[in-house]
């Protein structure tokens, strides 16, 4: 088997090539392995050699062999595992996350663990304590965040596939700024057991992937109930292989007043031209109305910080990570918690601490709890009237490394269109929708086209997402060379 | 509007020590998103309940039945200072 053929293959091709013999599966995986070690991405912060990458993985299943990579926000045993935080720079976890354990029972052998914004806080991969993970299509350009090392490494040949998470956008928002197919799940469909936590009412893992069918194949590995996490319901039945090919009889709602101000011109036209390809198919566009959506990222950004602020009040150098001081009590605390999170991390507790702080509760995380229902309530009636709420997946394609670093709200402006579905708990993905350069000129860069579902309605969003993504016929060999050195 | 008071307060609640220049940022931050936050007076929440959580589940029970959980090697393998077979911290009173 040729390189340039097991570099052509996403996941399901490469099962089907092990399937049937054309390739081995050790010649799969040294092939990936050799790929990974020449990363010139920064996508990975940890990597596997043929015995590591194999440890706990079962040699049968529909994907043995397939190897893939995972998020470092992923426990696992025995393999480093840093949130990319200096906070657990060191830290080794004694246990396995349910997901990672999944994709293991299915025989798939782990690549290495990818780059990140620190404990999944940001939106540009910008905040790692290691570094930046950079663009495929550009090196000078963010892959987005914070699943940003699994998007680069996927973009950029380093890996077939791989594992997110996504709190209000870090999976589909990296996946469109590289090109790639992003999923975010229903909450509650994949456990979180043994993920890291970041905000625990939000957080979920998801697939980024090359195909949509890729996407249908991980997700049907990863979801179900797990006795580990008493939030986790699974989905019923399961996920089944997409092959629609038309979209008669579907309607897609466009919630035309959140796509206004502050979205890219390129943007909006292969927005636009996704929208004629939907008719083309047979699908229904209409307007619709989210009146609330446009206070998502206000809500988000008390909730989310809120949940972390708690969440994160565990790193207090006692049971693991790092220790700063052995002064006293109160000053190791401060210490080891100044010194091991970085800006946005620390920004994000101040930001909850405040919103949770008494005699600003009512005004801020009680108000944006119920800011958050109004939201729940927007989609619930548009679904009424709609199979799906389309959006474009951010408002601009890749931006410069440094470009947002001074602004925090400008950053937070990245996950416009991501962080109403990620409140409303309901599963949206991400899919190549063409190229576009930015406003101002530069490169061609991916632009994603997002398509949201009701809760636990995956295959029917995986089987339109499939019809889609046929019609668009999107193109990403040209940075599948972008990743190595 | 933050006031550096309160930028030490909040550090004080999260347990963080930060710098002068750390206070002094974050103030402009936090002042300048929470402006962008204060927006949400707009929304119409009379009588509306909160979301805490989107998935339709309550009491998820199981059995009260004691199984083994970590060994206590392994959990305190990761301890930054582990004696005795327990997690040893530094004394609450600074040592004068």
Known sequence: ?485 | MIEREQVLHVARLSRLRLSETEIDTLAGELSSILDHVDKLAEVDIEGVEPTSHVVPLENVLRPDEPRPSLDRDVALSQAPDPADGAFRVPSPQAES
């Open chain 1, 1 to 485: 088997m040729s390189r340039s053929e097991l570099l052509a293959a996403d996941g399901a091709a490469t099962a089907a090539l092990i399937a049937s013999g054309e390739a081995s599966a050790n010649e799969v995986l040294d092939f990936w392995l050799e790929r990974a070690g020449s990363d010139a991405l920064n996508g990975y912060l940890w990597r596997a050699d043929r015995e590591s990458a194999r440890r706990g993985v079962a040699a049968d299943g529909p994907l043995a062999g397939v190897p893939l990579a995972i998020k470092d926000i992923f426990c696992t045993e025995g393999v480093p595992t840093t949130a990319a935080s200096r906070m657990l720079e060191t830290y080794v976890p004694p246990y396995t996350a349910t997901a990672v354990g999944r994709v293991a029972g299915a025989g798939m052998p782990m690549l290495g663990k990818t780059n990140m914004d620190e404990f999944a806080m940001g939106s540009s991969n910008e905040n790692s304590a290691f570094g930046p993970s950079l663009n495929p299509w550009d090196h000078e350009r963010v892959p987005g965040g914070s699943s940003g090392g699994s998007a680069a490494v996927v973009a950029g040949g380093l890996a077939p596939w791989a594992l997110g998470t996504d709190t209000g956008g870090s999976i589909r928002q990296p996946a469109g700024f590289c090109g790639i197919v992003g999923l975010k799940p229903t909450y509650g469909s994949i456990s979180r057991f043994g993920m890291i936590a970041f905000a625990s009412s939000l957080d979920q893992c998801g697939p980024l992937t090359r195909s949509v069918t890729d996407a249908a194949l991980l997700l049907d590995v990863l979801q179900g109930r797990d006795r580990m996490d008493s939030t986790s319901v699974g989905i019923e039945g399961g996920i089944a292989r997409p092959s629609a090919e038309r979209l008669d009889g579907l309607t897609f709602g466009v919630p035309r007043g959140l796509i206004g101000e502050g979205i890219e011109g390129g943007v909006l036209a292969r927005f636009e031209e996704t929208l004629l390809k939907i008719a083309d198919l047979g699908g229904t566009i209409a307007d619709i109305e989210l009146p609330h959506a446009g206070h998502a990222i206000s809500a988000y950004y008390v909730l989310a910080p809120a949940e972390a602020s708690t969440n994160l009040s565990r790193y207090d150098g006692v049971r693991y990570g790092l220790r700063a001081s052995d002064e006293d009590l109160l000053s190791m605390y401060e210490v080891t918690r100044e010194e091991g999170f970085g800006p946005e991390v620390k920004r994000r507790i101040m930001l909850g601490t405040y919103a949770l702080s008494s005699g600003y509760y009512d005004a801020y995380y009680g108000r944006a709890q119920r800011v958050r229902t109004r939201i729940v309530e927007d989609f619930d009636r548009a679904f009424g009237d709609v199979d799906f709420v389309v959006t474009p997946t951010s408002p601009t394609v890749a931006f410069r490394l440094g470009e947002k670093t001074e602004d925090p709200w400008a950053m937070y402006q990245s996950d416009l269109f991501t962080v109403p579905m990620s409140l409303a708990g309901i599963p949206a993905i991400s899919i190549p929708a063409g190229l576009a350069r930015p406003d101002g000129g530069g490169p061609e860069l991916p632009v994603g086209f997002q398509i949201a579902a009701p809760a636990f309605a995956e295959q029917r969003l995986l089987d339109a997402s499939f019809a889609l993504e046929g019609a668009i016929g999107f193109d990403g060999t040209a940075a599948l060379e972008g990743g190595v050195a």
